[in-house]
């Protein structure tokens, strides 16, 4: 079955600085792939997804990437903001079942 | 259009007792799904249901806990006989189809 690994666990960076987060899939039939971030709390909200169409898609500050043939997909945040702290997720599908990686906590430093 | 609905947002229990957790999805949504998260940690998933149908309990316990979705009223989680172990927020998701879930505030069971 489909397995996401995401990297890494806990990300620390400086307030305006650019946060990268790094997830990666087995199952090659995977065609959808949201990003979630949760704050403390609070549920998870869908920020940006991708499907296996695309291979870049873009949204103000944030952005995400995927390469098929490497089986990864990365969530790229510029310019961040105190707000943007939270736990990220991203997920992979390739019917109804969304698989998650284990979250990214991402700290930003005034 | 309002969001997917859950209640209650908190629940206590005592060992032993039923939870009934209650999740409305968005209108015109007919996919639900529920999930089911312990501090510091990610999103397990647990069942997906459809109007009237079971799609996938595979991530759900066999023992103690249920989930319907008819076709009338909301998605009810329900485990029985509660244990701490059991203590969680528990997160209901609903899509118009097989695609992108919007998740409701979650329900944080303790157990007692």
């Known amino acids: 079955g489909e397995n996401v690994e995401q990297h890494p666990s806990t990300l620390s960076v400086q307030e305006g600085d650019s946060a990268v987060i790094k997830c990666t899939y087995s199952?090659?039939?995977?065609?959808?792939f949201p990003w979630y971030k949760q704050e403390l709390g609070k549920r998870p909200q869908l920020i940006i997804d991708?499907?296996?169409n695309v291979g870049e898609k873009k949204d103000q500050r944030i952005a995400v990437t995927l390469n098929k043939t490497a089986k990864h997909f990365s969530l790229h945040i510029t310019e961040t903001q105190p707000e943007d702290s939270a736990v990220y997720f991203c997920?992979?599908?390739?019917?109804?079942?969304?698989?998650w990686g284990a979250g990214t906590k991402l700290i930003i430093k005034p | 259009n309002a969001g997917v609905m859950q209640n209650p947002r908190h629940l206590v229990r005592r060992r032993g007792q039923e939870a009934r957790l209650r999740c409305s999805p968005m209108?015109?949504?007919?996919?639900v799904y529920w999930y089911r998260q312990l501090p510091e940690e990610g999103l397990k998933f647990m069942v997906y249901?459809?109007?009237?149908?079971?799609?996938?309990e595979s991530g759900m316990p066999k023992e103690r806990f249920s989930a319907e979705f008819p076709k009338e009223g909301p998605s009810i989680l329900r485990i029985q006989q509660v244990v701490r172990g059991d203590s969680a927020a528990y997160f209901c998701?609903?899509?118009?189809?097989?695609?992108?879930?919007?998740f409701g505030p979650g329900t944080r069971l303790t157990v007692t």
């Open positions: 998701a609903s899509s118009p189809s097989q695609g992108e879930q919007y």
């Open positions: 209108k015109g949504h007919s996919h």
């Open positions: 249901l459809q109007k009237e149908n079971i799609i996938d």
């Open positions: 199952d090659s039939a995977s065609n959808y």
């Open positions: 991708i499907r296996s």
């Open positions: 997920a992979a599908s390739s019917n109804y079942q969304l698989i």
